[in-house]
């Protein structure tokens, strides 16, 4: 059995990689596979924290177009993400002029104007690669950061035309900062070897930078705070197609609470680039028998770079 057979055989793809056409994408899910999609971040937090998130994320959209003309102080994202929720603000008078102080208060201001920038690309808008990789190290917006051993920026070619997002770092990845290098890492490789990729042609980043103690998912505060980081990073990288990794990414880039098996099987747009949802390695570890739709996914992103391409 040649290496690449072998990498097949271990995805359960073997027989699949041989037909001419590969299976309608459509095809019925079985309940049961729906029934075992991984449980989300969403689903794992209070239904309290989760309408907050939409607040703060309405609020994230609402200030898309805030023009960064102000110089922030140490107040976090996180507390300002706290205060508007707090006071009740309705979104639209986040513009209003003499909404800052007349509502929250001075050290409110700068909090509400760093979220501000932070969100609508203002505060990240600038950086080069060297700086947001520095701005990633120091960030303390949420408490992931005092608990890890170190962020986990991301990895790979800075040129790469496919990027593919995960989650959020696990036990080796935090102790090696690197994506991916523990088990699910290792499925992802020979994922990419299916598809004829190597490691160091794409570029591979995750949500959430800090790893969560007990490699629990991320609450939404954690992602929202997170989520910045990986918008530039996109920004930065311009890839030619995103893969999306599990219930995390998928509903952090497309701004979704879909269900995996809902979103997979078609091309979506996260700010012009085609973005392919597919199932985390860790879950397709957990249920090897899914690997084959995983294989369609990975089908449908080399057709759509392939389209990039021509
Ligand atoms: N799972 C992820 O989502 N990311 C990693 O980097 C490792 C495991």
């Known amino acids: 059995m040649d290496r690449r057979e072998a990498m097949l055989r271990e995805l359960n793809l073997y027989p699949v990689w041989v037909r001419r056409d590969p299976a309608p994408s459509d095809q019925p899910v079985a309940e049961s596979a729906v029934n075992a999609a991984p449980v989300d971040a969403v689903e794992a937090v209070e239904a309290v924290e989760a309408v907050e998130a ?73 950086t080069d690669w060297p700086e947001l990789q520095q701005k990633v190290q120091e960030c303390a917006d949420c408490k992931l950061r005092a608990e890890c051993t170190q962020p986990v920026f991301g990895t790979g070619d800075l040129h790469a035309r496919w990027l593919f997002v995960g989650e959020a770092p696990g036990a080796e990845e935090d102790e090696r900062c690197e994506p991916f290098v523990g088990a699910s890492g290792r499925l992802l490789d020979n994922m990419l070897l299916a598809i004829g990729l190597q490691r160091s042609e794409v570029y591979l980043a995750n949500v ?103």
């Not at 078609?266 to 690997?291: F, M, N, Q």
Request: hydrophobic share 45%; proline share 5%; charged share 20%.
């Open 54 to 126: 939409v607040e703060a994320v309405e609020a994230v959209e609402a200030v898309e177009a805030v023009e960064p003309s102000f110089v922030s102080d140490a107040v976090t994202v996180s507390q300002y993400a706290a205060e508007i929720i707090e006071a009740q603000v309705p979104v639209a008078d986040l513009f209003a002029s003499d909404f800052q102080s007349a509502t929250l208060g001075d050290a409110a201001d700068n909090s509400l104007r760093e979220f501000q920038l932070k969100n609508s690309g203002g505060l990240l808008g600038a």
């Open 208 to 310: 959430i930078k800090c790893r969560p103690t007990d490699d629990r998912h991320p609450h939404v505060g954690e992602i929202a705070a997170c989520l910045p980081y990986l918008k530039r990073q996109i920004g930065l990288l311009q890839p030619a197609v995103i893969v999306a990794l599990g219930k995390t990414a998928a509903s952090a880039l497309l701004e979704t609470d879909a269900t995996i098996a809902s979103l997979r099987g078609s091309v979506h747009d996260y700010k012009g680039i085609p973005l392919v949802v597919t199932y985390h390695p860790a879950y397709l570890l957990r249920s090897p028998l899914e690997k084959a739709r995983a294989w369609q996914d990975l089908c449908l992103a080399v057709q759509t770079m392939e389209g990039c391409s021509g």
